[in-house]
């Protein structure tokens, strides 16, 4: 269950990226705040990302085995906004190498393996939970990562098309992830600047964990605010499906 927490971590540190740069860098300063007013719950209207949906190319490097592996499949998000807090549904859909799901209501998450037989359900972790080693933390603490990561730029600080490099680290020791590497839409600081319509920002992130392992997501042909309904959020256990609950098998977080 490793390799999946890998994929929830991304998720939420992808769509939610509300960290604040250090230092006095003018345009690092720029491109992060481009980047998280999208996401924030008092965004103007229209300046903000209410749901996307994307193709996904993941590619991980396990360290220990010298080996990578590749999956792609499709990802939704919708941002429910209550109050100044974001609560996002998601949906993950893993069609290579193997059919795998992992869908969550916004209340309770489900990792689906269709070949086992069994699905993984469990409730979201409490608002504050601000553990850097629970993925599932950063889903009820959104806009928070300023508390849980310096930004820097990477080095270069811009890919070959000029897309923006930045550079995470956790502020306290992490057993899972020792750094983010994210490559930021160029698009970011007209938004910033203009205020024009959304843009989802990611364009490609990579985690780096321990034993020289990584996993990064490209994510492709985006698609904003396309007004996703309830019910794609929604699991049903299949008939003959067993369940598993952390109090019979935990995440191995």
């Known amino acids: 269950m490793k390799y999946l927490s890998f994929l929830v971590l991304l998720l939420v540190t992808l769509l939610t990226s509300g960290a604040l740069a250090n230092g006095s860098d003018e345009l690092l300063d720029k491109v992060v705040r481009g980047l998280e007013y999208q996401f924030r719950a008092n965004a103007a209207p229209g300046a903000s990302i209410e749901d996307l949906q994307a193709d996904f190319l993941q590619q991980a490097y396990l360290g220990s085995l010298d080996r990578v592996e590749e999956g792609r499949g499709r990802v939704a998000v919708r941002f429910d906004r209550r109050g100044q807090q974001l609560q996002p549904r998601f949906r993950w859909e893993y069609q290579t190498p193997s059919v795998q799901q992992i869908i969550s209501d916004g209340r309770t998450v489900w990792v689906y393996l269709p070949e086992n037989q069994q699905v993984v359900e469990s409730p979201l972790p409490a608002d504050g939970n601000d553990g850097v080693d629970d993925p599932l933390a950063f889903l009820t603490g959104l806009g928070q990562l300023s508390k849980r990561f310096t930004v820097a730029w990477a080095s270069p600080a811009r890919d070959g098309e000029g897309h923006y490099r930045l550079l ?86």
Not at 192 to 219: C, D, L, M, Q
């Open 168 to 253: 995470l680290k956790p502020r306290k020791p992490s057993a899972i992830i020792e750094r983010l590497e994210l490559v930021i839409d160029r698009a970011v600081l007209a938004h910033e600047e203009n205020g024009r319509k959304p843009v989802y920002p990611v364009r490609v992130a990579t985690v780096f964990g321990p034993n020289e392992s990584r996993t990064t997501i490209t994510f492709r042909n985006v698609r904003v605010n396309q007004g996703l309904s309830d019910g794609l959020f929604d699991f049903k256990v299949p008939e003959g499906v067993e369940v598993l609950r952390p109090d019979q098998q935990q995440f191995g977080f």
